[in-house]
């Protein structure tokens, strides 16, 4: 299974302070003090009548001023900006960033370079993108499927962008968790992908089909949104960066290659064969809540939550999550394909969420027999040949 790494969301307080006040008494003056309750309660009760309080002050003469200090103020927050303002670049109009800096900021890691369409599509732009948490406190939730790249001309009018495309969500296919100061890479990427946001062809002007953009000169931001349960909490900004589209159409060039597994994952057993004991020594770790049991054959294991903790940092690194069923240590559950897969950029320490499921299937995709089996939740990377990155606690669970 090939990983789509162009999956491609920000906030800031102030505090008060309080000033004393300056008392002077003066010398035989009487203060006359009247103290009024309030006409009637939320009740309807009537209020106690007014009440007069005299007071004397020394006949002394005038006292110096007293002067209070001032009321200790809070604690200052971190240093570093947390959350963002977020920007919506729109077709024809002039775009720039929001004045109040990101917490995620984006920076670009070489040149943005123009790929060659293929399949009748036109060219698009790309560049490796490197996102940096520049807050004092973590950052984690879901991707937009997409790093948009947001293309302005030399007046500064934006001419291409398919940013915020979707509100990001976990079916966005991506997870970020990371900690203050750390950084991961993305690819961003300007392409035609025929979406109510994008430009139309006549203000992307390109007077050649198979290209993005006509030769010239421009401007290149970038933008990524942030978010849980369909809103976008932050956004992910950068740039600009300016461009230069050459007169000669690029060639074309060789598909990213998908991101390398992490040091010792172990390969998934195929169903049918043995399934050992053996624990990964990719340091992720995963914890699930108890798997109920017993349960029918069409009783699916759905929603099942992985709190998942990884000591090596992940780029992109495609992740799924199931749950193996075991009988005398031979693996008798198939998993069905599926593309509840997560590409996930974690910081070393950072503990994110993935959700799976099993359909309780033997290895020729039947309903599994009643009887008893050994269940053992996984994390594993869905490439050609699954690995085990990560192996929850077996626990028996019996199918009637």
Wanted: glycine fraction near 10%; hydrophobic fraction near 35%; charged fraction near 20%.
């Amino acid at each position: 299974m090939t990983a789509h790494d162009q999956h491609e969301d920000r906030r800031g307080r102030t505090g008060r302070r309080r000033a004393g006040a300056r008392v002077t008494a003066l010398a035989g003056v009487v203060l006359l003090g009247v103290t009024a309750c309030a006409e009637g309660s939320g009740t309807g009760e009537s209020a106690e009548p007014p009440t007069e309080t005299v007071t004397e002050t020394s006949t002394e003469s005038s006292s110096p001023a007293i002067e209070t200090s001032p009321a200790p103020s809070a604690e200052p927050a971190p240093n570093g900006p947390e959350g963002s303002d977020i920007a919506t670049p729109v077709c024809g109009e002039v775009f720039a960033l929001p004045d109040r800096p990101a917490q995620l900021t984006l920076e670009l890691d070489g040149d943005v370079v123009e790929a060659a369409g293929s399949d009748g599509n036109p060219s698009s732009l790309e560049a490796d993108i490197t996102a940096t948490n520049a807050g004092a406190q973590p950052v984690s939730g879901g991707l937009d499927s997409v790093t948009a790249l947001v293309v302005t001309d030399e007046d500064g009018r934006v001419v291409v962008t398919n940013a915020n495309p979707d509100p990001a969500n976990p079916e966005s296919g991506a997870i970020l968790a990371l900690e203050p100061g750390d950084s991961v890479t993305f690819v961003g990427t300007a392409a035609d992908y025929a979406t109510s946001d994008d430009c139309d062809s006549s203000t992307t002007t390109s007077s050649d089909p198979a290209r993005l953009l006509d030769p010239g000169s421009y401007q290149v931001f970038a933008l990524r949104n942030l978010g849980a349960e369909g809103t976008v909490t932050q956004q992910a900004q950068g740039g600009p960066w300016p461009i230069e589209i050459a007169a000669d159409p690029p060639a074309p060039g060789e598909p990213p290659a998908p991101a390398p597994d992490p040091q010792g994952a172990l390969p998934l057993a195929a169903c049918g064969t043995a399934f050992d004991g053996a624990e990964p020594a990719a340091g992720i770790t995963t914890e699930v809540a108890e798997i109920r049991s017993p349960r029918a054959a069409d009783d699916a294991i759905t929603d099942l939550v992985h709190t998942v903790t990884t000591e090596t940092p992940l780029d992109g690194t495609s992740l799924a999550t199931n749950v193996v069923l075991t009988q005398d240590g031979v693996r008798v559950s198939e998993i069905p394909g599926s593309d509840n897969v997560s590409s996930v950029y974690a910081s070393a320490g950072a503990t994110f969420e993935l959700t799976g499921q099993q359909i309780l299937l033997g290895c020729d995709f039947e309903p599994l027999p009643p009887g008893e089996y050994e269940a053992t939740p996984v994390v594993f990377s869905s490439g050609e040949v699954p690995q085990v990155l990560a192996r929850g606690a077996t626990t028996t669970v019996v199918i009637q």
